[in-house]
Nanobody, 113 residues
């Protein structure tokens, strides 16, 4: 069964850091592209980063603060988030290029003083 499980969210103060993890089932872990998205309250889901086997690209609003990585042996992608801002508060999701209609439950990130 295709599955994505995100974890690592929590509550932090502005300027803090969190590292999110997303473990995918082998059937949908794409060795070509895995992506992170987020959805803030009252807003549409937006793309955050895409991680391929060669490179990682970021949305302008996280570039320089977030770092994506992957462990293909563990079918897992990570998102290291630094210098967090209140605007980063959202539910974060990962997505596989091999199964773009499959989503996990997401993990909540709250940035607040």
């Amino acid at each position: 069964q295709a599955q994505l499980v995100e974890s690592g969210g929590g509550s932090v103060q502005p300027g803090g850091s969190l590292t999110l993890s997303c473990r995918a089932s082998r059937s949908i872990f794409s060795e070509s592209a895995m992506a992170w998205y987020r959805q803030a309250p009252g807003k549409q889901r937006e793309w955050v980063a895409i991680i391929t086997d060669r490179t990682t690209h970021y949305a302008d609003f996280v570039r320089g603060r977030f770092i994506g990585s992957r462990d293909d042996a563990e079918n897992t992608v990570y998102l290291q988030m630094n210098s967090l801002e209140s605007e980063d508060t959202a539910v974060y999701y990962c997505n596989s290029g091999a199964a773009p209609d499959t989503w996990g439950q997401g993990t909540q990130v709250t940035v607040s003083s």
